[in-house]
């Protein structure tokens, strides 16, 4: 089956445009996480749901950035009033079951956010 | 407490030879490890993973092992290929989400 897909795959926004990236995650994965990946980094947590319920969003960095999955399946993440510094590879994963510590994750292709 | 340190960050073979990345952790609470490889331009992929009731596990060319007593896990590639040249990132899960380490840059020269 189609795995985790995420567009757009290139976003350039200018420095305070808002911006909106989608997360389709695997069909019936009740597990979605956001992370964000700075050029040459390792991903970083920044938010996660399980279904509908956004259960931890400790790793948002400022309240200019706002997450939501209104029926459980597809994901939003909207930045408000870019900066440069939110520039970065933002990824998407889902994972099949309850959101248990060992649940295997599985990543989208990313989109990659240039702040001009 | 919760981060993973990763080493080397950068690693260099020949092909055929075998590469080794280790990594160490903090949180005890830990009990899934998953080791991704990330090629340029994709998400990272699940190339192997190992929970804390194991020791060792094996797939084809690829294992990885885990000393919990120590907070440590490596990754071991043997008979390497040009096509294993990548980013590999290890990890943790806490609470249901990753952390990972620095990432290793793997090179496999033909």
């Known amino acids: 089956g189609a795995g985790v897909s995420q567009s757009p795959r290139y976003k350039v926004a200018k420095r305070g445009q808002d911006v909106a990236l989608r997360c389709d995650p695997i069909?019936?994965?009740?597990?979605l996480f956001w992370y964000q990946q700075a050029l040459g980094q390792g991903p970083e947590f920044l938010t996660y749901?399980?279904?509908?319920?956004?259960?931890?969003k400790s790793g948002l960095p400022s309240d200019r950035f706002f997450a939501e999955r209104p029926e459980g399946s597809v994901s939003t993440l909207k930045i408000q009033r870019t900066q440069q510094e939110d520039s970065a590879v933002y990824l998407c994963?889902?994972?099949?079951?309850?959101?248990?510590?060992?649940?295997?994750?599985?990543f989208g292709p990313g989109t990659r956010l240039t702040v001009l | 407490g919760e981060n993973v340190e990763q080493h080397p960050s950068t690693l260099s073979v020949q092909e055929g030879d075998s590469a080794v990345i280790k990594c160490t952790y903090s949180d005890s609470a830990s009990n899934y490890f998953p080791w991704y490889k990330q090629e340029l331009g994709k998400g990272p992929q699940l190339i192997i993973d190992i929970r804390s009731n194991v020791g060792e596990k094996k797939d084809q060319r690829i294992a990885v092992t885990l000393n919990k007593t120590a907070k440590h896990f490596s990754l071991h590639i043997t008979e390497t290929q040009p096509e294993d040249s990548a980013v590999y990132f290890c990890a943790r899960t806490s609470y249901g989400k990753l952390t990972f380490g620095q990432g290793t840059i793997l090179t496999v020269h033909p």
């Open positions: 749901f399980q279904n509908e319920a956004q259960l931890d």
């Open positions: 994963a889902s994972s099949g079951t309850s959101g248990g510590p060992g649940d295997t994750q599985y």
């Open positions: 069909s019936g994965h009740v597990s």
